[in-house]
């Protein structure tokens, strides 16, 4: 059998392949099962569905003979999952300890949809504790590196999910976006990654760190790809009463003319890298120059986004997190004599260090004398941030800003600087707050040898326009 | 007479009866094997979410009208955080910043007098699971079926001024949530409880003393002998000059005493907020509408209808709205037929305490609607006499209740055959109608004959005849 090579096609492209015979999903399986292994050292996966994917790719072969009408819409979809997704009867642990051994005994919303429209899920990818994290650093299973350079981090959260894609061992990854967590390791691995509108994918399922924040995205090769994914992904949920009722259906109407707003704080900013400020100011150059209207417009609020997201984030996640109590399932310390110490020693235990310091200072700033002069506060600032970007978007179509003010650091240098990685969230906590859609795509190469990307945002529910944007950008690039 | 003002205030927990719990499918269901109801979503496994059950919604909408209350058109959810081993997620979803129901009030009467209990707010919350601690000698034991079945808790102004007066407000609501049908009020089942708040104050004085909060309490009886108990306790602490400490008591029913829990230093910071699974809730004027037009007669309406309508006594009237269903089966009853006041002397003096003996619904009863018109009949049309009737007839028909009154009375030979037989009956009828005429006229207004010719004229539709009739008259009335 020669090797394949599925590194620059579109699913539709090897949907076309397995249809008329050329290809098996068998062969696409094993292909990916390979590139797992080859880059197994990257630390990306924690666990492998070798033989169930292996099985279902021979199921879907079948299908694929017998009756190809009732093939799903994403059959040939290889798929990986972040490690806050359930899969009913695989485990799923936040990447961390307190969830050792859990085994879910559902599936999330969007990974059944994938399911039923037989796509296949290869493996449970590496992440931050929960979610949390701008390297994937904090996890239990160790970072993940990035393919690019070894010694730097993937990004995180989603940064296993990052770099399954960018390393070519699954088609795309499902990664989860609380203020930047699909969007900066796309961006640091070179990949596209979509952060859809807040309530575009059903949350059941998706193991909570802020709800009001948290959002299922896509990381993938390609901006086609992702909106296939998405479009199976999108609609309402009964198990969700915050999921849109609004379905997604993909339709293109992409045109020459976008009023764009170049977020000029953000492109001047002081920490922005002076490589990807040039890249990005010759990027609306050239959108310019294709015709669009580029606007260059202020913000001033700025500086008030990460400490008022880190705020409502950790605020939410003391008590998302509360239910990790080492009673009811879970890790549950030996060393525990009472219940008291069974609540300390459990969580003390079970949660890394990163984890503990957020539920802190979640727990802080909701205590009585506190919660106004915090919390109360931080909620104002998100309301006029979100004011402030739906008066933006009655102007202009889009917001354009890089994605990261930095490309990707070596590994352990966040760590010793935990400020300076909550401030490098600056460009991606913009969109979340608000809970607009906002997409990362690969803008460049820097002279270090890393990828970078460029940052997209529209519209609450303009995903179609945001992708067409997008597409007409990377494969001009 | 005391020189303190009593000043009491109630939290009523009410579970309400929904087929499922508040934030998700899992069956409410009481009395099931431990942790049979219990989903992922109960259970508080990782990813899940609530939705809210529209129902929980509506019967918290219908408590609030029928309470006067102003519905929120944008109540939300808040968490209420705190560490339990019967509280899965580790925090209670609940309403505290804009609850579904605000204001309102109840009117109670003690000893005569209307009192208004003003409702501070009603709100929408989950109950936590049971935690059994005397199952096992080594563990404790949890379960979960109750852990999301929907509570409404109704917080009253602290304008109670007695145990007594708590009392009766505690059993009107309980009275009210059962006519409603949003609980079914079962103290046993713990579906009604309460939370005592009770503080002291010199007569006169406007401003309110220190409080104590009894716990829990899950009877009516055991929450007035909880006030009483801390009333008598914070006189004598007041009485010896010492200052009633703020605190959390439990009551327990064994001592009939109550016992300090934690003193507010100690009191939890449950860290509020709003529950961001959850959306707003939006209510419309035209739900609101809608729900009122589904609400059924309030029993203070249904009462004087009894009274003026149907020309039932006050006592009457009283017995048939104590609860909803005699009520409404008393209306069904008197579909297509005039003869209010037996039907109501049949429903009260026999059928409720025969049903109550069957443990049947009243509209389950044996002996179906056309029987009981039939029976009702007999009587009326002085077939038989009202006396015979209860006493002969309506047992057997009880026991055979497809055979046809007519058809008992005869087969027992009640049945008033000849002219004498039927002017006996008659002249039966008024006369028990009519006892305290019956010992006026002994004691010697004899003058009364004549107003009991009128009956008997009337009950015969003049069929009687005027001198046989005085004969027996005078005849049974001078025996």
Same mark, same amino acid.
């Given at each position: 059998?020669?090797?394949?090579?599925?590194?620059?096609?579109?699913?539709?492209?090897?949907? /076309?392949?397995?249809?008329?015979? /050329?290809?098996?999903?068998?062969?696409?399986?094993?292909?990916?099962?390979?590139?797992?292994?080859?880059?197994?050292?990257?630390?990306?996966?924690?666990?492998?569905? !070798?033989?169930?994917?292996?099985?279902?790719?021979?199921?879907?072969?079948?299908?694929? /003979?017998?009756?190809?009408?009732?093939?799903?819409?994403?059959?040939?979809?290889?798929?990986?999952?972040?490690?806050?997704?359930?899969?009913?009867?695989?485990?799923?642990?936040?990447?961390?300890?307190?969830? !050792?051994?859990?085994?879910?005994?559902?599936?999330?919303?969007?990974?059944?949809?994938?399911?039923?429209?037989?796509?296949?899920?290869?493996?449970?990818?590496?992440?931050? /504790?929960?979610?949390?994290?701008?390297?994937?650093?904090?996890?239990?299973?160790?970072?993940?590196?990035?393919?690019?350079?070894?010694?730097?981090?993937?990004?995180?959260?989603?940064?296993?999910?990052?770099?399954?894609?960018?390393?070519?061992?699954?088609?795309?990854?499902?990664?989860?976006?609380?203020?930047?967590?699909?969007?900066?390791?796309?961006?640091?691995?070179?990949?596209?990654?979509?952060?859809?509108?807040?309530?575009?994918?059903?949350?059941?399922?998706?193991?909570?760190?802020?709800?009001?924040?948290?959002?299922?995205?896509?990381?993938?090769?390609?901006?086609?790809?992702?909106?296939?994914?998405? !479009?199976?992904?999108?609609?309402?949920?009964?198990?969700?009463?915050?999921?849109?009722?609004?379905?997604?259906?993909?339709?293109?109407?992409?045109?020459?003319?976008?009023?764009?707003?170049?977020?000029?704080?953000?492109?001047?900013?002081?920490?922005?890298?002076?490589?990807?400020?040039?890249?990005?100011?010759?990027?609306?150059?050239?959108?310019?120059?294709?015709?669009?209207?580029?606007?260059?417009?202020?913000?001033?609020?700025?500086?008030?986004?990460?400490?008022?997201?880190?705020?409502?984030?950790?605020?939410?996640?003391?008590?998302?997190?509360?239910?990790?109590?080492?009673?009811?399932?879970?890790?549950?310390?030996?060393?525990?004599?009472?219940?008291? !110490?069974?609540?300390?020693?459990?969580?003390?235990?079970?949660?890394?260090?990163?984890?503990?310091?957020?539920?802190?200072?979640?727990?802080?700033?909701?205590?009585?004398?506190?919660?106004?002069?915090?919390?109360?506060?931080?909620?104002?600032?998100?309301?006029?941030?979100?004011?402030?970007?739906?008066?933006?978007?009655?102007?202009?179509?889009?917001?354009?800003?890089?994605?990261?003010?930095?490309?990707?650091?070596?590994?352990?240098?966040?760590?010793?600087?935990?400020?300076?990685?909550?401030?490098?969230?600056?460009?991606?906590?913009?969109?979340?707050?608000?809970?607009?859609?906002?997409?990362?795509?690969?803008?460049?190469?820097?002279?270090?040898?890393?990828?970078?990307?460029?940052?997209?945002?529209?519209?609450?529910?303009?995903?179609?326009?945001?992708?067409?944007?997008?597409?007409?950008?990377?494969?001009?690039? | 007479? &005391?020189?303190?003002?009593?000043?009491?205030?109630?939290?009523?927990?009410?579970?309400?009866?929904?087929?499922?719990?508040?934030?998700?499918?899992?069956?409410?269901?009481?009395?099931?094997?431990?942790?049979?109801?219990?989903?992922?979503?109960?259970?508080?496994?990782?990813?899940?979410?609530?939705?809210?059950?529209?129902?929980?919604?509506?019967?918290?909408?219908?408590?609030?009208?029928?309470?006067?209350?102003?519905?929120?058109?944008?109540?939300?959810?808040?968490?209420?955080?705190?560490?339990?081993?019967?509280?899965?997620?580790?925090?209670?979803?609940?309403?505290?910043?804009?609850?579904?129901?605000?204001?309102?009030?109840?009117?109670?009467?003690?000893?005569?007098?209307?009192?208004?209990?003003?409702? %501070? %707010?009603?709100?929408?919350?989950?109950?936590?699971?049971?935690?059994?601690?005397?199952?096992?000698?080594?563990?404790?034991?949890?379960?979960?079926?109750?852990?999301?079945?929907?509570?409404?808790?109704?917080?009253?102004?602290?304008?109670?001024? *007695?145990?007594?007066?708590?009392?009766?407000?505690?059993?009107?609501?309980?009275?009210?949530?059962?006519?409603?049908?949003?609980?079914?009020?079962?103290?046993?089942?713990?579906?009604?409880?309460?939370?005592?708040?009770?503080?002291?104050?010199?007569?006169?004085?406007?401003?309110?003393?220190?409080?104590?909060?009894?716990?829990?309490?899950? &009877?009516?009886?055991?929450?007035?002998?909880?006030?009483?108990?801390?009333?008598?306790?914070?006189?004598?602490?007041?009485?010896?000059?010492?200052?009633?400490? +703020?605190?959390?008591?439990?009551?327990?029913?064994?001592?009939?005493?109550?016992?300090?829990?934690?003193?507010?230093?100690?009191?939890?910071?449950?860290?509020?907020?709003?529950?961001?699974?959850?959306?707003?809730?939006?209510?419309?004027?035209?739900?609101?509408?809608?729900?009122?037009?589904?609400?059924?007669?309030?029993?203070?309406?249904?009462?004087?209808?009894?009274?003026?309508?149907?020309?039932?006594?006050?006592?009457?009237?009283?017995?048939?709205?104590?609860?909803?269903?005699?009520?409404?089966?008393?209306?069904?009853?008197?579909?297509?037929? *005039?003869?209010?006041?037996?039907?109501?002397?049949?429903?009260?003096?026999?059928?409720?305490?025969?049903?109550?003996?069957?443990?049947? &619904?009243?509209?389950?009863?044996?002996?179906?609607?056309?029987?009981?018109?039939?029976?009702?009949?007999?009587?009326?049309?002085?077939?038989?006499?009202?006396?015979?009737?209860?006493?002969?007839?309506?047992?057997?028909?009880?026991? %055979?209740?497809?055979?046809?009154?007519?058809?008992?009375?005869?087969?027992?030979?009640?049945? +008033?055959?000849?002219?004498?037989?039927?002017?006996?009956?008659?002249?039966?009828?008024?006369?028990?109608?009519?006892?305290?005429?019956?010992?006026?006229? +002994?004691?010697?207004?004899?003058?009364?004959?004549?107003?009991?010719?009128?009956?008997?004229?009337?009950?015969?539709?003049?069929?009687?005849?005027?001198?046989?009739?005085?004969?027996?008259?005078?005849?049974?009335?001078?025996?």
């Amino acid at each position: 059998m020669s090797p394949i090579d599925l590194s620059s096609k579109t699913l539709s492209s090897i949907q /076309q392949l397995l249809r008329s015979g /050329q290809l098996t999903f068998v062969q696409i399986v094993r292909h990916y099962l390979n590139r797992i292994q080859a880059t197994r050292h990257l630390n990306a996966y924690i666990e492998i569905f !070798e033989e169930e994917a292996l099985e279902k790719a021979r199921q879907l072969d079948q299908k694929i /003979q017998q009756s190809p009408e009732s093939l799903g819409h994403l059959f040939g979809a290889v798929i990986s999952i972040k490690d806050v997704l359930c899969y009913k009867d695989h485990k799923v642990s936040g990447a961390a300890k307190i969830l !050792e051994g859990f085994t879910s005994l559902y599936s999330a919303t969007a990974v059944e949809r994938l399911v039923n429209e037989d796509a296949i899920i290869i493996g449970r990818v590496n992440c931050d /504790q929960f979610g949390m994290g701008s390297s994937n650093e904090n996890s239990i299973y160790g970072p993940v590196k990035n393919a690019a350079d070894e010694t730097c981090v993937s990004g995180g959260s989603s940064g296993g999910s990052a770099v399954a894609v960018q390393t070519g061992t699954c088609l795309a990854s499902l990664g989860t976006d609380t203020g930047g967590s699909v969007r900066q390791p796309a961006a640091y691995c070179g990949v596209v990654g979509l952060k859809p509108t807040y309530g575009r994918i059903s949350r059941h399922g998706l193991l909570a760190y802020a709800s009001s924040f948290d959002q299922i995205g896509i990381l993938a090769k390609q901006v086609e790809d992702a909106a296939m994914i998405l !479009e199976v992904m999108a609609g309402p949920d009964d198990f969700d009463s915050s999921a849109s009722q609004q379905l997604f259906k993909r339709t293109t109407a992409p045109h020459s003319n976008y009023k764009i707003a170049a977020l000029r704080p953000a492109i001047e900013h002081h920490s922005l890298d002076t490589e990807i400020k040039e890249n990005t100011f010759n990027k609306i150059k050239d959108l310019e120059n294709q015709g669009h209207s580029v606007e260059w417009i202020d913000f001033d609020l700025l500086e008030y986004l990460v400490p008022a997201y880190y705020i409502l984030t950790a605020a939410e996640a003391s008590s998302n997190l509360a239910r990790y109590d080492g009673i009811h399932y879970g890790y549950r310390s030996p060393n525990a004599t009472n219940l008291e !110490e069974t609540y300390m020693l459990s969580r003390s235990e079970g949660f890394s260090a990163e984890v503990k310091k957020r539920i802190l200072m979640g727990t802080f700033v909701l205590s009585s004398g506190y919660y106004d002069a915090c919390y109360g506060k931080a909620q104002k600032i998100r309301r006029l941030v979100q004011d402030a970007i739906f008066k933006i978007f009655k102007k202009y179509d889009f917001i354009i800003l890089p994605t990261t003010p930095e490309t990707a650091p070596k590994i352990g240098k966040g760590i010793k600087d935990p400020m300076k990685m909550y401030l490098a969230d600056i460009f991606t906590v913009f969109a979340s707050l608000a809970g607009v859609p906002a997409i990362s795509v690969p803008l460049g190469v820097h002279s270090n040898g890393l990828p970078y990307g460029i940052q997209v945002i529209s519209q609450s529910f303009e995903e179609n326009k945001l992708l067409d944007f997008c597409d007409y950008m990377y494969r001009g690039l | 007479m &005391s020189k303190y003002e009593t000043v009491i205030g109630l939290e009523v927990h009410i579970q309400l009866n929904t087929n499922s719990k508040v934030f998700c499918g899992d069956s409410a269901a009481f009395g099931s094997e431990p942790n049979e109801h219990i989903s992922a979503i109960s259970l508080g496994h990782p990813g899940t979410l609530p939705r809210l059950n529209e129902g929980v919604l509506e019967k918290a909408i219908r408590l609030g009208l029928a309470l006067n209350c102003e519905i929120s058109n944008n109540s939300f959810f808040d968490r209420k955080n705190y560490f339990y081993a019967d509280l899965p997620k580790g925090y209670q979803i609940t309403q505290d910043e804009n609850p579904i129901c605000q204001g309102g009030f109840l009117e109670i009467t003690v000893q005569d007098q209307t009192r208004k209990i003003r409702i %501070h %707010h009603i709100h929408i919350e989950e109950d936590a699971g049971k935690s059994i601690h005397d199952l096992d000698p080594r563990f404790s034991c949890i379960d979960l079926n109750r852990a999301g079945v929907p509570l409404l808790e109704v917080v009253t102004e602290p304008d109670l001024r *007695s145990p007594e007066e708590a009392a009766i407000f505690f059993s009107e609501l309980r009275k009210l949530a059962k006519w409603l049908d949003i609980s079914d009020g079962n103290m046993e089942e713990g579906s009604m409880r309460c939370d005592c708040n009770l503080s002291l104050r010199p007569m006169g004085s406007s401003e309110y003393g220190t409080r104590t909060e009894v716990k829990n309490v899950n &009877s009516i009886r055991f929450a007035k002998k909880a006030l009483e108990y801390e009333q008598e306790r914070q006189t004598k602490v007041l009485n010896k000059g010492e200052k009633v400490i +703020q605190q959390t008591r439990t009551f327990d029913p064994e001592s009939g005493k109550t016992y300090p829990l934690r003193e507010k230093e100690e009191a939890h910071d449950y860290r509020y907020f709003p529950e961001p699974d959850l959306p707003v809730v939006n209510i419309v004027e035209e739900d609101i509408i809608r729900i009122q037009n589904s609400m059924p007669e309030m029993p203070a309406e249904r009462k004087s209808d009894f009274i003026q309508k149907y020309q039932l006594s006050e006592y009457e009237a009283a017995l048939l709205t104590e609860e909803k269903m005699p009520g409404d089966y008393f209306l069904f009853l008197i579909e297509n037929n *005039s003869n209010y006041k037996l039907i109501s002397n049949l429903l009260i003096n026999k059928i409720l305490p025969e049903a109550k003996e069957l443990r049947k &619904s009243l509209f389950d009863f044996p002996i179906e609607k056309e029987n009981i018109h039939a029976f009702i009949e007999l009587i009326s049309s002085n077939k038989v006499s009202a006396s015979i009737a209860y006493q002969r007839v309506w047992p057997e028909l009880l026991k %055979h209740p497809n055979t046809s009154p007519e058809e008992m009375a005869s087969k027992l030979n009640v049945l +008033q055959n000849s002219d004498t037989d039927f002017l006996e009956s008659a002249i039966n009828n008024v006369l028990e109608k009519f006892p305290d005429k019956v010992t006026a006229y +002994q004691k010697g207004k004899k003058g009364l004959i004549g107003f009991f010719m009128g009956e008997v004229m009337k009950a015969t539709r003049g069929k009687a005849d005027p001198k046989l009739s005085n004969q027996m008259l005078r005849k049974k009335l001078e025996s």
